[in-house]
């Protein structure tokens, strides 16, 4: 058999420019990209997953290492980036919610690396993170993630127009992820905050009883059983927030 060298360039960019978007998508998303999962596993899932598409994706005849062919390449990178990044931040909405809880508590100081990100974060936040990430598996949410991949190269198709306002959509949805974050966080840290306002009404009556002493054993207990009881709403909230990343992801690559 021989090949042509146009024969051998139509090869390697059928499957270059899928793998480019693929594999920054799979670097830059939760769960799939994690850091507890070796980097060998994530090479071979974004190269099986690129191979799958390669033969459904349309490519733009043109020379890879053309100016044109190298601002393709600089935007499947991108786009693959800004889809991972969405729903990472959905996820950094849980991480927000306990940082918030821990540091009203007084269990800031304890912290402990985070799988998913590598990262030091409060164990509050790693409670909350092993749960998300339980329900993200439990909504088939690595199965969605490739679907979505998959998806995004029928929206927009390799070498067609940029997205208008990409990074700005990107940039408001930010703000959801505080939000989100809030509302997980906002039954404990009201609660905590009555517990510390009664602590602060006992110091002014009785200010030989010393307050760290009794105040601090007395706080953890109350923030452990507030978890306790907010967690029947952890559920809709995060879901809720997973829904939305997935929402959001087809209107950005809307050119």
Known sequence: MEFSINDVMRLVTSLMWPLLRVGSFVMASPVLGAKSIPV?????????????????????????VSAAGLLISLQQVALGLGM??????????????????????GLGF????????????????????????????????????IQTIHHSFELLPIGAQWPRDLAWKIVQWGSQMFVSGLLIALPALASLLLVNLAFGVITRSAPQLNIFAVGFPITLLAGFALILLSLPSFLPLVSAAFESAFKLVPTLLVP
């Open 84 to 105: 991972g990044f969405i729903f990472h931040m959905a996820f950094s909405t849980v991480v927000i919610a306990g940082q918030s809880i821990a540091m009203a508590m």
């Open 40 to 64: 060998r596993a994530r090479i071979i899932l974004t190269l099986c997953i690129a191979w799958i598409l390669a033969p459904i994706v349309q490519t733009p005849d043109i020379n890879p």
């Open 110 to 145: 304890a912290s402990a690396v985070d799988p998913q990100n590598g990262v030091q974060v409060p164990v509050v936040s790693q409670f909350y993170m092993i749960l998300a990430t339980l329900v993200f598996l439990a909504l088939d949410g690595h199965l969605l993630l």
